[in-house]
């Protein structure tokens, strides 16, 4: 997949919308706590930059500490950090946040025209605990930037976009949280598990388990042990912490209890499955991408 074309759609729709906000709009609370909406576009804006120092000039600020105990004391840590740069960029007003978002926008493109796609060389520690392909690491930047606009959206009293190219490539950039969860439970070879997205866009995905090992499989099995049917916009809000605890309760899943929690909580973000809904964590970083 070669999702430079859909980044420089991504932030162009970000800048449509952002140059339309009313002065009094800037302030409007979103889903993320704390976070008004222009703080929320600092926070887009932050992600860029750290992109860039990472990825472009490979240098990285502001490691994680070397001896962090467990995955929640992580999150704690990288929701600091964060709060630290919108705490700090308050000084920016909207239009120099819109100018800088301009700015930024076609150099992330540029770093990953730089970039082989296949190569093994990045992390995104909700996919997997050992290195990636460089495409999956940038799909879960562009899922990142569409999913905190959706944020803005719902903040701003929109729809949310789920008929663009952009939508349909996040989508399928989040299943890859599914393997590696499922990995608590191993199954005897042949078990699978099959999630159903129904509305706008359609999609079955099957894994079949070997083991502690689940992969992403073609065709229908004879053993499926749990089913998860959700709609498009249930599969994007559950699998980032946008779907409230009381809406889950309302998922049509069937099958192994122990399989069906883990569908239920996987989530394609570093960050815990939440009770309300709560601050996305920046989906994906893994320790080496953490500025």
């Not at 704390?34 to 502001?62: C, E, K, P, S, Y």
């Not at 605990?129 to 562009?142: F, K, T």
């Amino acid at each position: 997949m070669d999702y430079r074309p859909l980044f420089a759609e991504e932030r162009q729709a970000l800048l449509d919308l952002l140059r339309e906000l009313a002065d009094a709009e800037w302030a409007r609370p979103t889903p993320c706590p704390g976070w008004t909406v222009l703080d929320l576009a600092r926070h887009l804006l932050g992600d860029d930059m750290g992109l860039l120092a990472r990825q472009r000039d490979d240098f990285f600020g502001i490691p994680p500490p070397a001896e962090l105990p467990d995955e929640a004391d992580f999150v704690r840590w990288l929701d600091a950090l964060q709060d630290e740069w919108v705490r700090a960029t308050r000084r920016l007003s909207p239009q120099l946040v819109v100018d800088l978002l301009a700015w930024t926008g076609p150099r992330v493109v540029e770093t990953w025209q730089r970039q082989d796609p296949s190569e093994l060389a990045a992390s995104v520690s909700w996919a997997s605990s050992g290195p990636v392909p460089r495409w999956l690491d940038q799909g879960r930047e562009l899922s990142e930037q569409w999913i905190h606009r959706q944020q803005l959206h719902m903040a701003l009293s929109h729809p949310v976009d789920l008929d663009s190219g952009t939508a349909s490539a996040v989508l399928d950039t989040l299943k890859w949280a599914y393997p590696r969860r499922l990995a608590s439970a191993p199954r005897p070879r042949g078990d699978m598990v099959s999630i159903i997205v129904l509305g706008s866009l359609k999609r079955h995905w099957v894994l079949e388990a070997n083991g502690p090992e689940w992969e992403f499989v073609e065709g229908h099995g004879r053993r499926v042990v749990a089913t998860l049917r959700l709609t498009t916009d249930q599969a994007w809000r559950l699998l980032t912490n946008n779907m409230p605890a009381a809406e889950q309760r309302h998922l049509e899943v069937t099958g192994d209890a122990v399989i069906t929690e883990i569908l239920v909580r996987t989530r394609a973000i570093i960050g815990l499955p939440n009770t309300a809904v709560q601050r996305l964590g920046r989906p994906g970083t893994g320790p080496s991408g953490t500025t």
